[in-house]
C-alpha cells in the first residue's frame, strides 16, 4: 500500500499536467499519483501515456471536478490522501512534512496548511491563509472557507466516517467536505506554504472563477444543508442566527469588492450582477461597507486604478470598527 495518493483530475489542459504530476513526485516518498482523464477531447491522453509512474484513469462521460476526485478516491490506495488540481504545484517534501504532523496527532484526521497564489503572468501574491487555526475549527470554517483544498491531506478513514465528496454542489465539494469533517474530528495545520496554488481568473475555464454563481451556491447549501449538520441542528437559535450573520457578512464583502472591480475593470454588466447578489444578501449592506470603505479610502484608491492597494486595504477592512 503506498503511503499518500495524490489525485490529480483533468480535462482538456494538457500543458500543464506534466509539471502537476513533477511536483507531486518530488513532494514526497512512496507517493501514488492518480490522474483522473475527465472525457479529455484533445491530446491529454497521449500527454498522459508519456508520464512514468501514473495510475492513469480515463472517463467517457464529464463528471466534473468533484466526480473526478470521487473516482481518484476510489482508485487510490494511499493511508494518506490529497488532491492536486492539474495547474497547481506541491512544494518539494511537503507531504512528507504534513504527513509527519499528523503522525503526531492520532486524533486530528487531516491537516492543511498555506498555498501561495499566483496569477497567469506568474506573480505571486502572500501565502494564504495568513493565519491556520486548528483544533475545532468547524464553527469558523462554516462562516468562511479559508482552506485551499491542494493543501490539505487526509487520513483514508475520512472516507469511511464521512463519505465521498458531494458532486452535485460543484465548486464547493471541498468546503462541503471539510465541514463534515470537522464537525467530527479535530484538524492540525501548518503556517507555511505546501503548493503554488494558480488563482482562477474570469476567463479561464476553473470552476471557481464565477465568483457570483459560486456566491449563490453557497449560500443555497448553507440554508439548507449547512444547517442541517449535526453541530448546527442542535445548536441555539442565537448560535444559527449568528452563524449566518458572519457567513453572510462574509459573502457581502467578496461581492462588494467584485462590484467595484467589475466597474474599474469596464465589466459593467458582471458589476450589475454582483451588485444585485450583494442587494438581495443584504439589502442595506452596501451604503455600510461604502461608509467603511470610506473612511479606509478605499474608493479614491479604485478612482485612481490602483487595484493592487485596494486589494491590500480591503483585506484591512475587518479592523475597521463598525461606528466612528
Known amino acids: 500500500m503506498p503511503r499518500v495518493s495524490v489525485i490529480i483530475p483533468t480535462h482538456d ?3 500543464r499536467l506534466p509539471q502537476a504530476v513533477a511536483s507531486a513526485r518530488a513532494a514526497g516518498r512512496d507517493v501514488q499519483i492518480i ?5 479529455s477531447s484533445d491530446e491529454t491522453a497521449n500527454v498522459c501515456q508519456m508520464l512514468a509512474g501514473i495510475h492513469y484513469v480515463r472517463v467517457e462521460r ?11 478516491l476510489i482508485a487510490s490506495r494511499g493511508e494518506f490522501i490529497t488532491f492536486l488540481d492539474d495547474d497547481d504545484l506541491r512544494l518539494p517534501k511537503s507531504l512528507d512534512d504534513q504527513i509527519e504532523l499528523l503522525s503526531k496527532s492520532p486524533a486530528a484526521l487531516f491537516c492543511y496548511a498555506q498555498a501561495i497564489p499566483q496569477d497567469d503572468d506568474g506573480n505571486r501574491q502572500q501565502p494564504f491563509p495568513m493565519v491556520c487555526p486548528q483544533g475545532d475549527i468547524f464553527h469558523e470554517l462554516l462562516t468562511r472557507n479559508f482552506i485551499p483544498c491542494g493543501s490539505v491531506i487526509f487520513r483514508r478513514e475520512c472516507l ?6 458531494d458532486d452535485s454542489i460543484p465548486r464547493i465539494d471541498d468546503w462541503d467536505l471539510w465541514l463534515r469533517i470537522t464537525e467530527l474530528f479535530p484538524v492540525v495545520s501548518m503556517a507555511a506554504p505546501v503548493m503554488i496554488w494558480r488563482q482562477a481568473m474570469a476567463v479561464s475555464q476553473q470552476g471557481s472563477s464565477d465568483t457570483v454563481d459560486v456566491i449563490n451556491l453557497s449560500i443555497t447549501h448553507f440554508r439548507t444543508r449547512c444547517l442541517r449538520l449535526e453541530r448546527m441542528a442542535n445548536a441555539s437559535r442565537s448560535e444559527r442566527k449568528n452563524a449566518w450573520r458572519k457567513f453572510s457578512t462574509n459573502l457581502a464583502d467578496h461581492l462588494a469588492w467584485e462590484t467595484f472591480r467589475s466597474v474599474c475593470a469596464g465589466q459593467l454588466l458582471r458589476a450589475l450582477v454582483s451588485a444585485r447578489t450583494l442587494l438581495r444578501l443584504h439589502p442595506s449592506i452596501f451604503l455600510h461597507l461604502l461608509r467603511r470603505w470610506a473612511r479606509a479610502s478605499t474608493i479614491s484608491t479604485l478612482l485612481t486604478a490602483d487595484l493592487e492597494t485596494a486589494r491590500t486595504q480591503l483585506k484591512e477592512i475587518r479592523s475597521i470598527p463598525d461606528n466612528p
Open 35 to 39: 490522474v483522473v482523464d475527465d472525457a
Open 160 to 165: 469511511t466516517r464521512v463519505g465521498l465528496l
Open 62 to 72: 464529464n463528471q466534473g471536478v468533484a466526480g473526478a476526485r470521487n473516482i481518484g
Open 13 to 15: 489542459r494538457p500543458a
